[in-house]
């Protein structure tokens, strides 16, 4: 079931999605080669602190940190550690969620660390466009496959593998609440948008192949063929003319 959020229950969801982009954008210019996952994960949870926002992943079905640090192949849900040191020509995806007033924000970021290959630059970039693309499918009466649809074909158009073990997903009093928003799909298909409906959409696109294998820590999602992936998140309201990015300072 789709819950549609009142204007005041999505007010009581801006601070979440706040602290939420403002830590993602702290991180953007702290992160640099030397430092390891878990410092990164340290400054998110003390960024969340300083605006009394709870870590949304910590504990979550037993996931051990504040924020999914993703290097590389990693593609999702790698978690922090004092042994992996970034280094110059990483990638690093850092994907976080906050709770404040018992509401949910949840978004992602990739970055580089110093000087990346044209290649992995190429996949930054068509990653955070095809985000764009499909948020500017999202509006009132539009289907959720017109905005599955647009991310998936844009990542294609433009050489990248779309992964598809993971969606995006509604968030609000709950980290993942329904509809469950795949990466490709089939334009006028799938649940009609709403005023009021909250989706955190959320592209992970490889560099080679699309397939993907979990490692023994339960956790970490890595491409099976070693290339790069990133991913990029926002979480959004939908409008009668569109969207409004709420993970947005
Ligand atoms: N960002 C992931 C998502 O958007 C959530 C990670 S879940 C956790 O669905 F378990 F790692 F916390
Ligand atoms: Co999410």
Known sequence: ???????????????????????????????????????????????????????AFLNYNGYPATLCVSVNEEIVHG????????????????????????????????VPVGEISGGAAKLIEVTERSLDTGLSKVKAGARLGDVSSAIGNYAEAHGMGVIEEFTGHGVG????????????????????????MTLAIEPMLSLGDPELIILKDGWTAI???????????????????????????
């Open 1 to 55: 079931m789709i819950y549609i959020k009142s204007p005041e229950e999505i007010e009581l969801m801006r601070p979440a999605c706040r602290a939420v982009a403002v830590t993602l954008r702290k991180l953007r210019s702290f992160v640099r080669p030397g430092l390891s996952t878990l410092d990164l994960d340290r400054f998110a949870f003390d960024c969340l602190k300083e605006m009394n926002a709870k870590p």
């Open 79 to 110: 978690i922090p550690s004092a042994k992996r040191i970034l280094r110059n020509g990483d990638i690093v995806s850092m994907d976080m969620g906050a709770v404040i007033n018992g509401f949910y924000g949840d978004a992602a970021i990739t």
């Open 173 to 196: 009093r709950r980290l993942h609440e329904d509809p469950s928003i795949p990466n490709y799909g089939c334009p006028g298909t799938g649940p009609v948008l709403k005023p009021g």
């Open 223 to 249: 491409t099976e063929d070693g290339s790069y992936a990133a991913h990029f998140e926002h979480t959004v309201a939908v409008t009668e003319d569109g969207c409004e990015i709420l993970t947005k300072e």
